[in-house]
């Protein structure tokens, strides 16, 4: 039985292992007056990490580890920033974990909750750098 209860606390954690609805990839593009344009130059940057990139790409980024900052420059534009901060993970992903015990038909249960995620969440799908000319 206690073989049974460890193979399903597995498969329970292994739902707990996501990095958010979009699984840590950011769509980011630079744009003027709404219109999407390849070729600026961007660092984004988190409390973890920086990437050097190229408009538009999508950027594998993991969890939220902090603000995300996106500084784009491209010849004849100013420089643009956007940042933002991570998406709550709402709830957080939680392990139920359940005992019972009783005699015959008669049963007696206790549940708790345990958060295993301490992540700060996750960004969003996508990112646009609204870009102005000089």
Same mark, same amino acid.
């Given at each position: @039985?206690?073989?049974?209860?460890?193979?399903?606390?597995?498969?329970?954690?292994?739902? /707990?292992?996501?990095?958010?609805?979009?699984?840590?990839? &950011?769509?980011?593009?630079?744009?003027?007056?709404?219109?999407?344009?390849?070729?600026? !130059? /961007?660092?984004?940057?988190?409390?973890?990490?920086?990437?050097?990139?190229?408009?538009?790409?999508?950027?594998?980024? =993991?969890?939220?580890?902090?603000? *995300?900052?996106? &500084? /784009?420059?491209?010849? =004849?534009?100013?420089?643009?920033?956007?940042?933002?901060?991570?998406?709550? =993970?709402?709830? %957080? !992903?939680?392990? %139920?974990?359940? *005992?019972?015990? %009783?005699?015959?038909?008669? %049963?007696?249960?206790?549940?708790?909750?345990?958060?295993?995620?301490?992540?700060? =969440?996750?960004?969003? !799908?996508?990112?646009?750098?609204? @870009?102005?000319? *000089?």
């Amino acid at each position: @039985m206690w073989r049974y209860a460890g193979l399903v606390f597995s498969f329970l954690l292994i739902g /707990c292992a996501s990095t958010g609805p979009n699984n840590g990839q &950011v769509y980011i593009a630079s744009a003027e007056n709404g219109q999407e344009f390849g070729g600026a !130059s /961007c660092t984004v940057l988190n409390n973890a990490q920086s990437w050097n990139i190229v408009t538009p790409t999508t950027l594998s980024i =993991g969890r939220a580890s902090g603000e *995300l900052r996106v &500084v /784009c420059n491209r010849a =004849g534009y100013r420089t643009s920033e956007v940042r933002l901060p991570p998406i709550s =993970g709402g709830s %957080g !992903s939680n392990v %139920g974990v359940g *005992l019972g015990g %009783g005699t015959g038909a008669v %049963g007696l249960g206790l549940g708790f909750r345990v958060p295993i995620s301490s992540s700060g =969440g996750y960004y969003p !799908s996508r990112v646009i750098v609204n @870009m102005n000319r *000089l």
